[in-house]
């Protein structure tokens, strides 16, 4: 399974809580790039290996905040 097949199956296991989604690739294809922009109201962010220190410690920020 890969992630945009676990994107897809997600919704089936019936979590009821918010669960924040990031997406992070070394995929800089326009393609997957659509493919997130059709599904953003699930996604947070698409983010493009490597990601700096600065924007991985923002994110765990933001998951902390939200629980």
């Known amino acids: 399974m890969n992630g945009w097949e676990f994107i897809a199956e997600l919704p089936k296991l019936?979590?009821?809580k918010p669960i924040l989604q990031y997406i992070l690739t070394s995929s800089i294809?326009?393609?997957d790039m659509d493919r997130y922009d059709s599904i953003i109201p699930k996604?947070?962010?698409y983010l493009v290996k490597p990601i700096s220190k600065q924007k991985l410690a923002s994110i765990i920020d933001l998951v902390n905040f939200s629980l």
């Open 29 to 31: 294809s326009p393609d």
């Open 14 to 16: 019936g979590i009821s």
């Open 43 to 45: 996604l947070e962010e």
